[in-house]
Structures are given as structure tokens and as C-alpha cells.
């Protein structure tokens, strides 16, 4: 630790590693709603954030179990579960008539396909304005699970149950996870959110 008259301690949450305030900082100033993505190790969570003088404030919110309430039989933190769950927010956002957001990642990189950029696509195809560039977002496949149903069609049935046995066990067939993927958004369009 540095010492001297001049040292000035940090604050708390910049030296535990969590916040960026030089970001924060350029995000607030652009006075305009901020999408919050977060990845957990089990979920995705996806919320709508004002600035407020007493903190920030959360208009909506959604999570990723909240695709299991509605019928989701696959995991909650892969990249379609991202998708799905930046659309739902997307869709209570804009019945709360909030129409535009910022991005904002956290301390997360920014790499090309992730699902914290998954997230940001759902939300933009629901109908949320959010700035981006085309290049960033994960490729329509990767976001349907069309490649994990290409890898199950190549597995032979022994090696489809070991790989799988959890969608299996939930009555999921990785084959047909690209149209599962459709009938959730479907539901989701469908529901009262």
C-alpha cells in the first residue's frame, strides 16, 4: 500500500474490483436509461436502471429463471437463455414506456458473441432502441442453438445420453432445441409481462 500525505484510499467498491466509476460516470451523463446485463454463474439477469439523485433506480427487471416459469426446459446461462432473457426485459421496458437504453456490461470485456451481447440483441429485437454495431452481436445460430443440434444429430444414442442427460431428463431433445428456442419467444410475446 502506498504511503505518504498525498494517498488517497480509494473508494470500497473500486478497490474490491466492481465498479468502473470512470464508465459509470460517462454512462450517467448520458442521461438515458441503462440496460444492466449480468452474468452469474447460473443465470443471466437483464434490468432496465434510472439515475436518481438518492441512487439508481430499477424500472424492470428480468431473469433468467423466469424463462423456467414459463415452460424453458434448457440451461439458464447459455447464450439462448441470454437472448430470451434481454427480450423479456426488452418487453416489460417498453410496456413501463421505456422506448431507449444504454448498454452497460460492468466490468465484463467486451468480446465479440458473448452472451452479455446475446442479451443486448434480444433486447434490440423486441423493440428496444440500444446503440450498437452488427459486428458485436453472436450469430443467429449460436442464439437458436442450431450448433448444439447439429453436435447431437453427429452423437451416436450412447454418447447423446451421457452429453445430454440433463435436457434429456427434462423431456428435451437437443435436436430440437432450435424450436423449443422459437416457442419460448413466442410465450414470451404472447404473455402479460
Not at 464508465?23 to 440496460?35: E, N, T, V
Not at 446461462?77 to 417498453?94: D, E, P, V
Request: glycine content about 6%; aromatic content about 6%; overall charge neutral.
Amino acid at each position: 500500500m502506498a504511503h505518504g500525505s498525498r494517498y488517497k484510499v480509494a473508494f470500497r467498491r473500486r478497490r474490491e474490483g466492481k465498479t468502473d466509476y470512470h464508465a459509470r460516470l460517462r454512462l450517467i451523463d448520458l442521461d438515458k436509461s441503462r440496460l444492466v446485463v449480468r452474468i452469474s454463474n447460473n443465470h443471466v439477469i437483464a434490468q432496465i436502471i434510472n439515475v436518481a439523485e438518492s441512487g439508481d433506480e430499477t424500472v424492470v427487471s428480468a431473469h433468467s429463471k423466469e424463462l423456467q416459469r414459463l415452460g424453458w426446459l434448457a440451461g439458464t446461462k447459455n447464450t439462448s437463455a441470454a437472448y430470451l432473457t434481454g427480450y423479456l426485459c426488452a418487453k416489460k421496458a417498453l410496456s413501463n414506456d421505456v422506448e431507449a437504453a444504454v448498454l452497460d456490461i460492468g466490468l465484463k470485456p467486451a468480446i465479440k458473441g458473448s452472451k452479455v451481447f446475446a442479451a443486448l440483441k434480444g433486447a434490440s429485437d423486441a423493440g428496444l432502441y440500444i446503440p450498437h454495431g452488427e459486428s458485436i452481436l453472436p450469430d443467429e445460430s449460436r442464439i437458436t442453438g442450431e450448433h448444439v443440434a447439429e453436435y447431437a444429430k453427429s452423437l451416436d444414442e450412447e454418447e447423446l445420453k451421457k452429453k445430454f442427460s440433463q435436457y434429456l431428463d427434462k423431456g428435451l431433445s437437443p435436436v430440437d432445441l432450435p424450436d423449443h428456442f422459437e416457442d419460448m419467444k413466442k410465450k414470451i410475446d404472447e404473455a402479460e409481462v
